[in-house]
C-alpha cells in the first residue's frame, strides 16, 4: 500500500461543500486511475490519465472533476455531490495505460450528507 | 453488460482447506488479472494471466484460464484465516488502458 497514497482516508462533507481527494504514487508509474467502489457493485473506472493526459472519462458527472498535474500526483475535485456519491473512492496507477497491473491505494472514504 | 462475473458471491471455508473462485466473461480478452480486497482497504494484484497462458502458479494460488469457455478460477490451497478478503477478476481487451473488474467473491476462511 505504501506505493500509492491517498488523502484524506475519511471524508464527510454536505452537499454545498467543495473538496479534493489526492494521490500520489512513488513507483514511478505512467498511467493513474480513480474508481468509484459502491457496496454491491462492480468497481467503477471513473478516469484514466496516461502521462499526465486523460485517456478516459467514463461518462463521469461533471460535479467530479479531476486534475493530474504530472505523472506521481492525481486529484478528485469534488463539488455539489449528491448523497449517492457516498462510496470508497480508489485510486491506482500502472506502468503504462495498457490493461499491465495495477497499484491501488488504500481510497477515500466519502460521505456526503 | 458486466464483462467479469464471479463465482460463488460468497464462500466459507475452514482453515486448512482449499478455496475455489471462478470467473467468467463475454467478449474476448488479452489478459485476465486476479485482486484481493481486504475489507474497506485497495485491491492488492494477486496475478496475471495472458490469453495465450492455460495455468499460472504463485505460492499457494493457482490460476487457470480457459478462453474456448471465457473463464477462469482462482485456487488458493491450504488456506489461512488471513485469506479472508474479496477477491476479484479483472480483464483486459487488448483495446486500451481499461481493466473491467466483476464484482467479486467473498471469501471467509474460519480459523
Known amino acids: 500500500e505504501t506505493g500509492v497514497t491517498q488523502t484524506p482516508r475519511h471524508l464527510v462533507m454536505g452537499m454545498t461543500n467543495k473538496k479534493s481527494l489526492k494521490c500520489e504514487q512513488h513507483?514511478?508509474?505512467?498511467?493513474m486511475y480513480w474508481y468509484k467502489q459502491s457496496a454491491k457493485k462492480p468497481l467503477e473506472l471513473m478516469f484514466v490519465y496516461n502521462f499526465k493526459e486523460q485517456t478516459e472519462n467514463n461518462s463521469v458527472p461533471s460535479r467530479f472533476s479531476p486534475e493530474c498535474p504530472n505523472s506521481s500526483h492525481l486529484f478528485l475535485h469534488l463539488h455539489t455531490l449528491q448523497p449517492e456519491d457516498s462510496a470508497l473512492y480508489l485510486c491506482?496507477?500502472?506502468?503504462?495505460?495498457?490493461?499491465?497491473?495495477?497499484?491501488f491505494g488504500p481510497g477515500t472514504r466519502l460521505t456526503v450528507t | 453488460s458486466q464483462q467479469g462475473e464471479e463465482d460463488p458471491q460468497a464462500l466459507s471455508i475452514q482453515e486448512g482447506e482449499n478455496a475455489t473462485m471462478n470467473c467468467s466473461y463475454k467478449t474476448s480478452i488479452n489478459n485476465l488479472q486476479w485482486y484481493r480486497q481486504n475489507s474497506g482497504r485497495g485491491l492488492v494484484h494477486l496475478i496475471l494471466?495472458?490469453?495465450?497462458?492455460r495455468e499460472k502458479h504463485s505460492g499457494r494460488l493457482r490460476v487457470t484460464l480457459d478462453t474456448s469457455k471465457k473463464s477462469s478460477s482462482l485456487l488458493i490451497t491450504a488456506s489461512r484465516a488471513a485469506d479472508t478478503a474479496s477477491y476479484f477478476c479483472a480483464t483486459g481487451t487488448g483495446s486500451g488502458s481499461r481493466l473491467t473488474f466483476g464484482e467479486g467473491t467473498q471469501l471467509t476462511v474460519n480459523p
Open positions: 491506482a496507477s500502472s506502468q503504462d495505460g495498457r490493461e499491465n497491473e495495477q497499484y
Open positions: 494471466i495472458r490469453s495465450n497462458e
Open positions: 513507483l514511478g508509474h505512467n498511467a
